[in-house]
């Protein structure tokens, strides 16, 4: 008994202090993840100084990026990276829309999870896949196929014209877009099925009830309901669709320069980085290079945290309306 | 009376049908492009599919060879990222869901952790480039297992924090009112009873690492020879891919695309395995 009682309290003791090393050590975990978004940042604005205290402003506005003469300006990669993320969103959101609304209201049960997995496992394949995929078999298409079709119908017509002028390359800003548009697919389909869900099955049927078709159902009852969630989902998509690297590189055709029409070859932030960074010589270079990272980082950090901003009031209202 | 309205009716089911249809096209497409995808992979990567693949190191242009150097590479740079990042990441999660399930700094590292869960990998290279290779002086190894760690931490603070959500909170006051201290009720109840789930979530931290391919540019590069130094720059399939696929050398493009089919294969088995593994444990549950 005695000896009991002279062990319990060491015992406790012990306890006490691996509690406070245990819970210290998630707590520090914790940290780290807190932290490393701040060292991102930090250490790219770091790198990226001497070239944005040697170009000023006129890094943002000169197309120019010449390494012999050592004359750096991001408009080019700016314009490349911006346009193939838009057109590539452009195509994917409505196929996207259509994949979600398959899942959630018109497929046979069965159907569901294989269909579903299938378009979560075209996420999951990595994004050298994809580029090495629209090298080889997409670009040829759409060289061979497609984009003589679009300088012939579309390229004499006013203004759009512009946009499809030129011989066909393959590969090029047209040609990126489409590679980015199926990566981005599964991921704004799959938020797009999630929000789907969450809308109470009430709100459905009484709309059946009233005798609406599945499609009214969807457009006047479905998206209202589901609009912020959708568009947070859209965003994510965009976000990933900016940064996108390996993918981009193959297919976009890396020459620093901005044409008007979408069947030239041209750059985006990433695949400048991705082609350049090992075989860059010279601080100025390097640094201009990296500065090309912060303001993508810039970019895809404001996107990607208006998305999460969106799709957490989507959560909180969710949980709260169960 | 009964024309007009049997006009209407008649274009909303033929509207109901085109979109309907038109939903049942996308489906199609977005098969069609993972079947069209793995097609091509597999029709261009059997051919290199041999034993030399696995036994040879990357060879110079115009040479017989294989991939064993980028395999080894591949393996040894994603085991160490999972090492390193992993448990950093199920820590964070379990801070996240236990002991600071409602503080207010959880919900600003779930959020930050959100944004790196979706930050674009390149960036990801930039900052281990800038903060491990230069003050190293040299591209290596470790530098792309940081990478990597960087990439799969996230991913391991999510999963985690949402299976430790699922366990009930019933077994946890069961243990509190045991007397145990919330450290033995985490490890003792909490980590076994999610222990399904935690493990698809490393598969699925693993399957994303393995094919990252932006991040080890700058930081493991790649080496043509066999290494096994950690702090020299080592080969990997990844950027062998990548510079292969781009090169004129037919046996390189060869080797490119056997690369190719196995990295994808590996990560679609893990991804795979992996909702195996969820449904096994909670039947019936989401998804």
């Known amino acids: ?322 | 009376m009964s024309g007009p309205a049997n006009r209407r009716r008649a274009v909303r089911k033929l509207t109901n049908a085109l979109a309907l249809g038109l939903s049942g096209l996308a489906t199609a497409i977005g098969l069609a492009f993972l079947g069209a995808i793995l097609w091509t992979l597999i029709k261009n990567g059997i051919a290199g599919m041999s034993l030399s693949l696995f036994t040879e190191m990357t060879p110079p242009p115009g040479d017989r060879g294989g991939l064993l150097n980028a395999i080894y590479g591949s393996v040894v740079m994603t085991l160490i990222g999972i090492l390193i990042g992993a448990p950093i990441g199920m820590l964070a999660g379990t801070y996240l869901a236990e002991y600071g399930r409602t503080s207010r700094i959880s919900s600003v590292i779930r959020f930050v952790n959100d944004i790196l869960l979706s930050a674009p990998s390149i960036i990801v290279g930039l900052f281990v480039y800038e903060v491990f290779v230069i003050r190293m002086g040299h591209f290596s190894a470790i530098a792309g297992a940081i990478a990597l760690a960087v990439i799969a931490m996230p991913v391991t603070v999510r999963t985690t924090e949402d299976m430790l959500n699922l366990v009930p909170q019933g077994m946890k006051d069961a243990s509190t009112a045991m007397g145990a201290y919330p450290w033995r009720t985490i490890t003792n109840i909490v980590y076994p009873a999610a222990r399904s789930g935690i493990v698809t979530g490393l598969l699925l931290a693993v399957a994303r690492i393995s094919g990252e391919t932006a991040p080890l540019l700058f930081t493991a590069l790649n080496n043509q020879f066999w290494s096994t130094n950690l702090g020299a720059p080592m080969a990997n399939l990844p950027v062998v891919i990548f510079q292969y696929a781009l090169s004129p050398y037919k046996n390189w493009q060869q080797l490119a695309w056997s690369g190719a089919l196995l990295i994808t294969l590996t990560i679609l088995v893990l991804s795979i395995i992996a909702r195996f593994v969820v449904s096994a444990l909670n039947p019936g549950g989401k998804r």
């Open chain 1, 1 to 322: 008994m005695s000896t009991v009682a002279a062990i319990e309290p060491r015992h406790a003791a012990g306890q006490r202090v691996r509690e406070r090393i245990f819970r210290g050590a998630t707590l520090a975990a914790a940290l780290v993840v807190l932290t490393l978004l701040g060292g991102v940042a930090v250490s790219l604005l770091k790198g990226s100084w001497p070239a944005f205290s040697h170009f000023k402003l006129g890094f943002l506005t000169r197309e120019i990026w010449n390494p012999v003469t050592d004359q750096y300006g991001a408009l080019a990669p700016i314009y490349g990276t911006l346009v193939t993320s838009l057109l590539a969103m452009l195509l994917a959101i409505p196929v996207s829309f259509g994949i979600a609304i398959f899942l959630t209201e018109l497929s046979p049960s069965w159907l569901k999870r294989p269909v579903g997995v299938a378009i979560e496992l075209l996420a999951a394949v990595p994004s050298i896949i994809f580029g090495i995929w629209g090298l080889f078999v997409l670009s040829p298409i759409l060289q061979r196929h497609v984009q003589p079709w679009l300088i012939e119908w579309l390229g004499p017509l006013p203004l759009i014209g512009k946009l499809f002028q030129g011989p066909p390359f393959g590969i090029g800003v047209l040609s990126a877009s489409f590679v980015l548009a199926i990566m981005v697919i599964p991921f704004i389909s799959a938020v797009m099925r999630d929000v789907f869900e969450t809308i109470p099955d009430v709100l459905k049927e009484s709309a059946y009830g009233l005798g609406a078709t599945t499609w009214e159902v969807i457009w006047k009852v479905v998206v209202p309901h589901a609009r912020t969630g959708m568009v947070g989902g859209i965003m994510l998509g965009l976000g990933r669709a900016l940064g996108e690297t390996m993918a981009v590189t193959f297919v976009i055709g890396n020459a620093h320069r901005i044409s008007s029409s979408l069947l030239a070859p041209g750059t985006t932030i990433s695949a400048s980085i991705a082609n350049e960074f090992t075989e860059a010589v010279g601080d100025l270079y390097t640094s201009s290079l990296v500065a090309l990272g912060s303001l993508l980082f810039l970019i895809t950090f404001s996107v990607i945290a208006a998305a999460r901003f969106m799709l957490l009031r989507l959560d909180r209202r969710a949980l709260s309306s169960v």
